[in-house]
């Protein structure tokens, strides 16, 4: 998936379409604060080995793609959930007629438009 670095969409504090900066979401370092995080390293100290389970059976191979998305205007931000994907891409080249030519054939396409273009001249 190629996504634009930028996009217009509705800002909720400017209350109308402004330009919104694109960038992929990335959880943040986990706290040591929660209880639930207090509570396990509590019950984990001492001897007794490994007190509570650890997933092993992963299922997912790909995981879900979030979009942060922040308004130039009035610097809001808002988070876009995207579909799985195994591959990425954040404001990459966009897929044309010259650059499928230019990959399958190992041509330079202006090159050729220039060639055609000399033979048209000439007649």
């Known amino acids: ?20 900066k694109v960038t992929q979401y990335k959880a943040g370092k986990a706290s040591i604060h929660p209880q639930g995080k207090r509570r396990y390293d509590r019950k984990q100290r001492g001897y007794g080995g490994q007190t509570k389970p650890i ?10 793609i979030v979009l942060r998305l922040e308004c130039t205007e009035t610097k809001a931000r808002k988070m876009l959930a995207l579909k799985r994907c195994k591959h990425f891409e954040l404001g990459g080249d966009k897929k044309r007629k010259a650059n499928r030519l230019r990959n399958n054939l190992g041509v330079d396409v202006q090159n050729v438009q220039l060639f055609h273009y000399s033979l048209f001249v000439n007649v």
């Open 55 to 64: 997933f092993h059976k992963k299922a997912k191979t790909t995981k879900k």
């Open 1 to 20: 998936v190629n996504v634009p670095k930028v996009r217009r969409t509705y800002c909720k504090k400017a209350k109308k379409h402004t330009v919104h």
